[in-house]
């Protein structure tokens, strides 16, 4: 079965500060998604990419699935404490559209 | 924006009870979900459910599991026999069709179960 792993755990960065959170996967992607928890909170969606070598951006927020597309990367610019939180990645886990999930990579940005 | 509503947000019961997890999906969804998530590992998925049986079940979704859509607004996860290892944070999720979150697949807040 498909397994992702990210790295790294966890993270504490300088307010300001970039940093990249990795995902990389057992088997090929066909869907990858990032999401976002926040302690007491449900998933937010952040970005779907489903191509090789696509790239996705959305405020401060950029996401890339390698041209294998086994590994994806979200990078956050200027961190910001609003970024804080748990970052998931998540695949396709079946045909009925349930999902997989990384262990999470926990953010904490210092100001 | 349209929410998937969770309730309670947090639940104690005693080992061995029964409980029931309940969820309002989006209302024009007609795919519905469960997952699980013990404290520091995966979030973990149970069980999908569509036109009302289920569609899809993990290794988890044991006996001591079931689902139900009773009425046209809720879909409720009840766990027969707790044990102190159900304690975890469920969610909820719906969506409009099969195929992941490119079609608007959305999770609720989640239910806190502590198993006492």
């Known amino acids: 079965s498909q397994e992702l792993e990210q790295s790294p755990q966890s993270l504490i960065v300088q307010e300001g500060k970039n940093l990249t959170i990795n995902c990389t996967s057992s088997k090929t992607l066909y869907g990858l998604y990032w999401y976002k928890q926040k302690y007491g909170e449900g998933l937010i969606f952040l970005m779907m990419l489903q191509k090789g070598g696509e790239e996705k951006s959305h405020e401060k927020i950029t996401a890339k699935l390698d041209e294998k597309k086994q590994q994806s990367s979200l990078h956050i610019t200027a961190s910001q404490p609003s970024h804080a939180g748990i970052y998931l990645c998540g695949a396709d886990g079946g045909s009925q559209g349930n999902l997989i999930f990384g262990k999470g990579t926990k953010l904490s940005v210092k100001p | 924006e349209p929410e998937v509503t969770q309730t309670p947000s947090h639940q104690v019961t005693q080992m061995g009870q029964e409980v029931i997890l309940r969820c309002v999906p989006i209302?024009?969804?007609?795919?519905f979900y469960w997952y699980r998530q013990i404290l520091g590992q995966k979030v973990e998925f149970l069980v999908s459910?569509?036109?009302?049986?289920?569609?899809?079940k993990s290794e988890i979704f044991d006996d001591q599991f079931s689902v139900e859509r009773p009425d046209g607004s809720n879909f409720t996860l009840k766990i027969r026999s707790t044990k102190l290892e159900d304690s975890a944070m469920y969610f909820c999720?719906?969506?409009?069709?099969?195929?992941?979150?490119?079609?608007?697949?959305?999770f609720g807040s989640g239910t806190r179960l502590t198993v006492v």
């Open positions: 999720a719906s969506s409009p069709r099969a195929g992941g979150p490119y079609y608007g697949y959305t």
């Open positions: 209302s024009n969804h007609l795919y």
């Open positions: 459910f569509y036109n009302n049986e289920i569609s899809e």
